[in-house]
């Protein structure tokens, strides 16, 4: 399959926002060189501390790296984390028109602890509560003043509780209105609530659990079944499956296609589901063939793999390794 050379110059003109859970991806590096006296466990000699964009927050800063121009719709807390989360987002020239600070949760804070290119623990701080009804109409407010100026939307949702069934429904209605297609990486509480969007991203975990059926990544019968299965349980018009290493199917616009994956050396596989609805997003404004955007999210997304910790794809990595396709 030959991608054509224009598509990312075309993704440099479209607007995309992306509707869900941000955090902060923090990370402690360090070296192990002894074992504490006091348990067990390994001492870590902190050597670096860094902080990241995590969540839709990544998937913004990928949306980014692809040329697009993200805008993020998202709660944070009246914290110093927050504060950190929205520093970030001016040092990578991100929009912060689409962030409301609550008062009611703390900003979702992942601290990952790295030792020796291994991920020895990671912390979480965060709240999972649903929104309550003056975060959802502050959210509210925001969509529908931010929608109709966007090419596509993505719900990138972590079970956060910043994304309600009542906020998905107006905000697909409102982007059915707009004739703007509606792109969905889900985790398990709203996993059902995401009728008539246009792509639904599921991994093979998440489609197991919001399904609750038994399906093996290397059978083909059975991953065909589930998808279209949940394909009609939403009314969506497509589904993009992730199966780690046995690659991707979707079933969209009256296609049904596996794409293998791409022999890597994996690294870190965390932010790459980020990465794949990314491109995928862009790849659906675009009105891409079911096959490319399979193809661009499923080479991207291995692409990510292969460095550790959460990162954004390399826009010209991914243009060279597109060029090999086929």
């Not at 390994?42 to 990928?62: F, S």
């Not at 709240?127 to 009804?133: A, G, P």
């Not at 529908?144 to 596509?152: G, I, T, Y």
Request: aromatic residues 4%.
């Amino acid at each position: 399959m030959v991608v054509p050379a224009d598509i990312f110059q075309s993704f440099t003109k479209l607007n995309v926002l992306i509707i869900g859970d941000v955090m902060l991806d923090s990370y402690i590096w360090g070296s192990v060189e002894r074992i504490s006296p006091e348990a067990p466990v390994p001492i870590i000699n902190v050597k670096k501390r860094d902080h990241r964009l995590g969540g839709a927050a990544n998937v913004a800063l990928n949306v980014h790296a692809l040329g697009a121009k993200p805008v993020l719709c998202a709660l944070i807390g009246d914290d110093d984390d927050g504060k950190k989360l929205v520093q970030r987002l001016h040092e990578k020239n991100l929009s912060v028109d689409g962030i409301i600070v609550s008062t009611e949760r703390p900003t979702t804070v992942k601290t990952r602890i790295i030792a020796s290119h291994q991920h020895v623990v990671r912390v979480d701080d965060e709240s999972d509560k649903v929104t309550s009804s003056n975060e959802q109409e502050q959210l509210w407010k925001r969509i529908e003043k931010l929608l109709p100026q966007s090419d596509v939307v993505i719900f990138e949702d972590y079970d956060k509780g910043v994304l309600s069934t009542a906020l998905i429904e107006k905000a697909v209605d409102l982007a059915l209105k707009h004739n703007i297609p509606t792109v969905v990486d889900p985790k398990k509480r709203n996993f059902l609530s995401y009728q008539r969007v246009t792509l639904f991203k599921p991994n093979l975990k998440e489609l197991r659990e919001g399904l609750k059926v038994e399906v093996e990544a290397g059978n083909q019968s059975q991953v065909e079944s589930a998808v279209t299965l949940l394909k009609n349980k939403l009314n969506a018009e497509g589904v993009m499956l992730t199966l780690s290493e046995h690659g991707v199917f979707i079933d969209f616009q009256q296609q049904k296609i596996k794409i293998p994956a791409h022999a890597r050396e994996i690294a870190d596989v965390s932010g790459a589901g980020d990465t794949v609805v990314s491109i995928a997003a862009l790849c659906v404004a675009l009105k891409l063939s079911p096959e490319l955007i399979a193809e661009l999210s499923n080479l991207g997304g291995g692409l990510v793999c292969q460095h550790v910790g959460v990162v954004p794809i390399d826009r010209e990595e991914l243009i060279q390794e597109s060029r090999m396709l086929g």
